[in-house]
């Protein structure tokens, strides 16, 4: 009966090896292989998405403000797609300095 457990006990995390490596091998589209106009209507269509951009750097696009978290801002995304151009396929949310945040104020006051 302690072989069964110990089998058992293996088997299970050969099992669980398994489906985190392939969860892992999930591929995210990568912009260098589409046009700017692909790129564009993906993040479009999608809201938010996370994009491949090179060989080991991603990253998450939106197309509007409405697909951010609370409390966080857009910045235009330019990305180098595959026909060679930087294009601007949305945005990606961050957050706002405290610098900007002052300047902000002191407009405001003015």
């Given at each position: 009966m302690r072989k069964f457990k110990v089998g058992a006990l293996?088997?299970?995390?050969?099992?669980?090896?398994?489906?985190?490596?392939?969860?892992q091998q999930v591929r995210r589209p990568d912009?260098?292989?589409?046009?700017c106009?692909?790129?564009?209507?993906?993040v479009e269509q999608e809201g938010g998405i996370v994009l491949t951009t090179g060989p080991h750097t991603?990253?998450?696009y939106v197309?509007?403000?409405m697909y951010c978290p609370t409390g966080l801002d857009i910045?235009?995304?330019w990305?180098?797609?595959?026909?060679?151009?930087?294009?601007?396929?949305?945005y990606t949310c961050v957050a706002e300095s405290r610098?900007?945040?002052?300047d902000s104020m002191r407009i405001l006051r003015d």
């Open positions: 293996a088997m299970a995390a050969l099992v669980t090896g398994i489906s985190m490596a392939e969860a912009v260098r292989s589409m046009t106009d692909q790129a564009k209507m993906l991603y990253d998450r197309a509007d403000q910045k235009d995304a990305v180098d797609t595959g026909d060679g151009q930087s294009c601007r396929i949305g610098f900007e945040r002052f």
